[in-house]
């Protein structure tokens, strides 16, 4: 693991703030889902029985996912495990999580139709890393869906620069000032399809977003 994976190991594992963003995530989850939904069921329309979700949280995605989906989701924060069992019950997934990052999946080359990320990239530690290994675990013609908030120009992203580092204390890392889509298109996918919008949402620095996928 590279320094910056052991550092956010030990920022996950805060034991005030891990347990606050559990609670934080379960409180806006149906908040989220109007503000996204549509375009998560669009995005998630055809996802195949096995999924790979790399930091699933609380388990916000599930609701979208067919019940009776095999859930393979990485989960570095053991806070979020709690609710996101209770998701998968509640919505007919059968999970198997593991506690792992995203930068190391224990996953075979070449072995994954689809892996899930959202709202993830901004908070794992090395998203090149991370990245790189979502790119080995896909099969050829495998992909990767995405829904990430990403840095952005003019008024936002002066607010960005503004509240970058509590932000960054208080959700664990997350960066709100990443060029996501520029690290998904420099990993080597075959093609990569994404969408720019403005969420419209009262947290602010978080509302510049990218939707899409990337394949291998
Ligand atoms: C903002 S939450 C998003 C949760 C969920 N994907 C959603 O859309 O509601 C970020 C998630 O990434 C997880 N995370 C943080 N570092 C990670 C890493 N290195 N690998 C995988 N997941 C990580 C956090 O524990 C948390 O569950």
């Not at 934080?24 to 195949?48: I, M, N, Q, S």
């Not at 989906?69 to 989960?75: C, D, K, P």
């Not at 709202?119 to 979502?134: F, H, M, R, S």
Request: proline letters at 6%.
């Amino acid at each position: 693991m590279s320094e910056a994976g052991a550092r956010v190991r030990h920022r996950i594992s805060n034991p005030v703030r891990g347990r606050l963003n559990a609670a934080t995530l379960r409180a806006v989850d149906r908040y989220a889902h109007l503000l996204v939904g549509e375009r998560k069921r669009a995005l998630f329309a055809d996802l195949p029985e096995q999924i790979v979700e790399i930091g699933p949280g609380t388990g916000a995605n599930l609701r979208y996912y067919r019940p009776g989906t095999q859930l393979v989701a990485i989960e570095p924060n053991v806070h979020m495990h709690g609710p996101l069992r209770a998701a998968a019950r509640r919505h007919g997934i059968e999970l198997e999580l593991r506690t792992a990052t995203a930068e190391r999946l224990a996953l075979p080359d070449a072995s994954a139709d689809a892996v899930v990320s959202t709202l993830v990239l901004c908070t794992v530690p090395d998203p090149v890393a991370a990245v790189e290994e979502v790119w080995r675990v896909l099969r050829p013609g495998g992909r990767l869906l995405f829904l990430e908030h990403v840095r952005a120009g003019g008024g936002y992203g002066r607010l960005q620069r503004l509240t970058a580092r509590p932000w960054h204390w208080l959700f664990e890392g997350c960066d709100v000032r990443r060029d996501t889509e520029g690290t998904i298109r420099a990993a080597g996918f075959s093609s990569v399809d994404v969408q720019r919008y403005r969420m419209r949402s009262a947290f602010l620095p978080i509302n510049p977003q990218i939707v899409g996928t990337a394949t291998r």
